[in-house]
Each structure stands twice: as C-alpha cells, then as structure tokens.
C-alpha cells in the first residue's frame, strides 16, 4: 500500500512569491491533515478534512494560506505571499475512520519551505 | 483544553542504556494515545498506541501504558540501539479525529 505522497520534498523561494503544496493520501482515507511543524517543535494542524469539507481550519491564517481538496482525495495547500517566518516543514497526514476504521494518522514525509 | 506535555530533551543514552520519555496529558473523556517517531529528514511514523487505559502498547522493543490516574503514557525501551537516535513524539487523538501533540523530545544514542 502506497504512503501519504507530497511534493516538492524542498522549495526555497523569495519573500512575497507564492508557493503551493501537494498531498495525495493513502487510498480510502477521508481524513486528511495539513500541518506545520517548525524547527524543534511538535506539528500544529493549520486544517484537517474530512473527505472535501474542511472541518477545523481555525488555525489557518487565512489572510495569506488556502487549501482545497475538491474531490476528497488530494489537497493543496497555498501560501500567497510567502513570508520570512513561513519557513518550516509543512507535513500532510491522513486517517480514516467509519468501517475499517484505524484510528491512526500517517505521515507524509512533508515539504521543507525556505523563504528568503 | 487539550494537551500534551512531554519531557524535555535532548537526551543522549550509550548503546544497551535504559530509555524512559515522560509524558502526561490533559483531556475529557478516553483519548487515544500515541507515539510517532521522526527519523531526520523524514516524517513522523507510527511508534505504537493504546486506545484505553491500561492498554499496552508495543513495537520494535518499545513499551508505553496507557495510565489513567495518573494521565501518563511514558515511552520505555531496555536496551537503546544507535539505530533509536531520533525524535519521539507523544500525542493524543480526541474524538472527531482531532490530534494534539508534544513538541518532540531529541534522543542520541552513542555507541
């Protein structure tokens, strides 16, 4: 069974430039996380999914991030404009639950943003 | 609220030393526990889990109980590789696939 996938594995651009993400999760799983995780720190959900509605995204800042996930299965997430402090690891996981359900998250192994 | 606490880093064990990662949390109800592992470079993984108290979860020699009274979940290992050298993670699910996690405790393991 193929992982949570996400690319680019590294980005490095210019403040103020914009930048997307791309996760595509484990087959069947309709729960799907975007988190950041910053240097040292544990990951803080920005928004969590559950198929195309997007159930908790109370920690998004939504004036510069966006995020979809139209049919239920991939997601994007966007940054425009990119600043300094947006520099960090941004992870997608994904869970199912109902039938067969798991209880677990797994990881993608997250895009590394630098902005200079 | 919810929370998770763990206990602070870095720790560095020789090979065969004993490993103990503290954490308490903080939640209503039952929450599911968790510990993911971050090997540099990668993403988290999936250590082990329990999902009631006095459940015992286990992989790779590791060991954690779910404890209730004292809303524990400490992570232990008899005998610590250089292959152990990562970042532990401990976490807790609430209902409606909410997760909460601890800000990683760094482990070094020489030989």
């Known amino acids: 069974e193929a992982g949570v996938v996400q690319s680019p594995r590294y980005k490095i651009i210019e403040k103020k430039q914009p930048v997307a993400f791309w996760c595509n999760p484990i087959?069947?799983?309709?729960?799907l996380y975007w988190y950041l995780q910053n240097l040292g720190q544990g990951p803080e959900l920005l928004i969590r999914?559950?198929?195309?509605?997007?159930?908790?995204d109370s920690q998004l800042p939504k004036d510069r991030f966006s995020a979809e996930r139209l049919k239920g299965v991939d997601s994007t997430l966007k940054i425009q404009p990119a600043e300094l402090g947006d520099s960090a690891v941004y992870l997608c996981?994904?869970?199912?639950?109902?039938?067969?359900?798991?209880?677990?998250?797994?990881f993608g192994p997250g895009t590394r943003l630098t902005v200079l | 609220g919810n929370s998770v606490t763990q206990m602070e880093g870095p720790v560095t064990l020789s090979e065969e030393a004993f490993l103990t990662i503290n954490c308490t949390y903080t939640?209503?109800?039952?929450?599911?526990l968790f510990w993911y592992v971050q090997y540099p470079g990668e993403g988290l993984q999936l250590l082990l889990k329990?999902?009631?108290?006095?459940d015992k979860g286990s992989n790779k020699g590791f060991e954690a109980t779910y404890r209730k009274e004292t809303t524990s979940f400490h992570l232990e290992k008899g005998s610590v590789q250089v292959s152990d050298s990562a970042v532990y993670f401990c976490?807790?699910?609430?209902?409606?696939?909410?997760?909460?996690f601890g800000t990683g405790t760094s482990l070094t393991v020489i030989p």
């Open positions: 996981a994904s869970s199912s639950h109902g039938q067969g359900r798991t209880d677990t998250q797994y």
């Open positions: 087959s069947g799983h309709n729960t």
């Open positions: 999914y559950e198929n195309e509605e997007a159930v908790d």
């Open positions: 939640a209503t109800g039952y929450p599911s």
């Open positions: 329990a999902t009631k108290a006095d």
């Open positions: 976490a807790l699910r609430k209902t409606g696939n909410q997760f909460y």
